[in-house]
């Protein structure tokens, strides 16, 4: 007897339907290699497994809303010997979240600030890591939208409680007020809880110009220094 019809229902009902991708292909497996049920058993449930993982990795990636697909590998240290490739392999095997510390990367344009931060957010996902990639423009203007639909909190939260909060481009331009008190707020709320990584055409020195309000501009920077 085929039973298929019967099983199919069955591992539905137990949320196991992905076992069907691989079940037939296993079952001649276990057939030609004469496996024992266990063995054709655990076959099956590693490929769930995997399926699973990989689904989760993909939901993952999809939700850091990278702007593409950038890692290490790919990244050329060669153009410009002066980066510390040491550091930042050492950054991508994510203790600096762990630490609950931010990440600064700051140079010229052209110098890969965006790929190695995005890299390192790819590394983070990996691991584990709930990662989202913005940029200062983005984030800011996603906040001040959310205010006319009542969602801001909502909206704060995500920006406030993801793992690793990438914000590239900061600086790029001036603030606006309010949108410094925005900005002050998600990095004050986030302060020694979570890791945020912040790339900037700026030297450090010059972040605190961003500001308007340059009282909060030197507050908001001394929290994402400490530790940094």
Not at 7 to 34: H, T, V, W, Y
Not at 90 to 103: D, G, H, P
Not at 177 to 197: C, G, L, M, N, W
Request: hydrophobic letters at 40%; proline letters at 4%; a positive charge.
């Amino acid at each position: 007897m085929n039973p298929m019809p019967e099983l199919i229902p069955m591992l539905k009902q137990l949320r196991l339907s992905g076992i069907l991708d691989s079940l037939e292909s296993r079952n001649r497996q276990a057939i030609e290699e004469k496996l024992t049920y266990t063995d054709f058993l655990a076959t099956i449930v590693q490929n769930e497994i995997a399926r699973r993982t990989q689904k989760k990795l993909a939901s993952a990636f999809r939700r850091a809303n990278f702007r593409n697909q950038k890692t290490l590998k790919e990244f050329d240290f060669s153009f410009n010997p002066t980066i510390n490739q040491g550091l930042i392999l050492e950054l991508a095997s994510c203790r600096f979240i762990q630490e609950k510390v931010c990440v600064f990367i700051v140079g010229p344009c052209g110098t890969g600030k965006s790929h190695i931060a995005q890299a390192i957010g790819h590394c983070a996902v990996r691991s584990g890591y709930n990662v989202l990639f913005t940029t200062q423009s983005k984030m800011l203007g996603q906040l001040h939208a959310t205010r006319v639909t009542n969602s801001f909190y909502r909206q704060f939260a995500k920006f406030a409680g993801v793992d690793l909060l990438i914000i590239d481009d900061f600086g790029l331009k001036p603030l606006k007020p309010s949108q410094d008190e925005d900005f002050h707020d998600v990095v004050a709320e986030r302060y020694e809880r979570k890791s945020t990584i912040v790339t900037s055409n700026l030297d450090i020195p010059e972040w605190t110009d961003a500001f308007p309000n340059k009282l909060l501009g030197s507050a908001t920077i001394d929290r994402l220094r400490h530790g940094a």
